[in-house]
């Protein structure tokens, strides 16, 4: 069945920049589901049908780890489908509310108001700007974590 192995290394550290400690952890961790040969002879010598229990255990146990498995796939599935849409969604209201401001813009420019329409156009340029480049870092922070 399942063993777990700690080890646990500490050294202390002198170099050029000072002193320092260093922490090692190596960890490792058996996940068999079977239990050693060993242990199934032993356990064989109490009971006579206790191997086919063991196999038929281990067979519960690993179907119930690709059930779980499958749906854990699932959920990261529709997550990620569900941020394709939102990042789709963001970027469609961005380039419809951009349209939106060059369009007021050549509005006020026609009606005379250069000035305004210029100022107003400059900015929506600036916000269009500046919501990409944000977007697109904010993606880039999430593919680092």
């Given at each position: 069945m399942a063993k777990?192995?700690?080890?646990k290394?500490q050294s202390?550290?002198?170099?050029?920049?000072?002193r320092?400690v260093?922490?090692?952890?190596h960890?490792?961790?058996?996940?068999s589901?079977?239990?050693?040969?060993?242990?199934l002879?032993?356990?064989?010598?109490?009971?006579?049908?206790?191997?086919d229990?063991?196999?038929?255990?281990?067979?519960?146990e690993q179907d119930?780890?690709?059930?779980?498995n499958?749906?854990?796939?699932t959920?990261?599935?529709?997550?990620?489908r569900?941020?394709?849409?939102?990042?789709?969604?963001?970027?469609g209201?961005a380039f419809t509310?951009?349209?939106?401001?060059?369009?007021?813009?050549?509005?006020?420019?026609q009606a005379?108001?250069?000035?305004?329409g210029?100022v107003?156009?400059?900015a929506?340029i600036l916000?269009?700007?500046?919501?990409f480049?944000?977007?697109?870092?904010?993606?880039?922070?999430?593919g680092q974590?």
């Amino acid at each position: 069945m399942a063993k777990h192995h700690i080890q646990k290394k500490q050294s202390n550290i002198v170099s050029h920049k000072g002193r320092g400690v260093s922490y090692e952890q190596h960890e490792s961790i058996d996940d068999s589901l079977l239990p050693d040969a060993e242990e199934l002879a032993k356990l064989k010598e109490l009971d006579a049908g206790v191997v086919d229990w063991v196999k038929e255990r281990t067979a519960k146990e690993q179907d119930a780890r690709l059930e779980f498995n499958n749906r854990k796939m699932t959920l990261v599935e529709k997550g990620q489908r569900m941020a394709f849409t939102v990042d789709v969604i963001a970027i469609g209201a961005a380039f419809t509310i951009t349209m939106s401001g060059m369009a007021f813009s050549y509005f006020l420019i026609q009606a005379n108001q250069i000035v305004t329409g210029s100022v107003f156009a400059g900015a929506t340029i600036l916000f269009a700007a500046n919501s990409f480049l944000n977007f697109r870092k904010k993606n880039q922070n999430n593919g680092q974590k």
